[in-house]
């Protein structure tokens, strides 16, 4: 049997609203959620979830901070344990740190670039921004 390409980054499905659908609603309501039942009332695309032989859904808030950065979500043809649905836990927080981590990289590269003018020549003077090598491995 050919089963539809997971990998594709251009769906239907390459971004999801906060609240829209499993995905969404796992970010807006910051609740991990588990569906162990492929004839679960809870599947949007019913024929989707035949079709793909799924039998199970995890989806995990991605949350730093008090801040909602997104989802991880997991479709699987194999069913999803209590165990299994922990650990997707404690990957998504582990995920959500390095987000924020390469965010604030991102966000410090930029402020080097910047040049020194009236309005943030105080802040380069008196903040030292440290390099690479000295900035510290993780937001915490």
Known sequence: MTWESWSRTDGDFRRMPLGRLKVGSVA??????LIADSLSEK?????WVENE?????????????DE???????????????????WLRMFADQAASAIANARACSELDRLRQQPA???NSRLCASTAVPSRETAPAAVL
């Open 28 to 33: 807006s309501d910051r609740a991990g959620l």
């Open 117 to 119: 003018d009236g309005r």
């Open 68 to 86: 909602t950065l997104g989802a991880l979500a997991v479709f699987r043809r194999e069913p999803i344990n209590e165990q299994e649905f922990r």
């Open 43 to 47: 599947w949007a695309r019913p024929a």
């Open 53 to 65: 032989r799924i039998t199970s859904f995890v989806g995990q808030p991605l949350v730093f901070r």
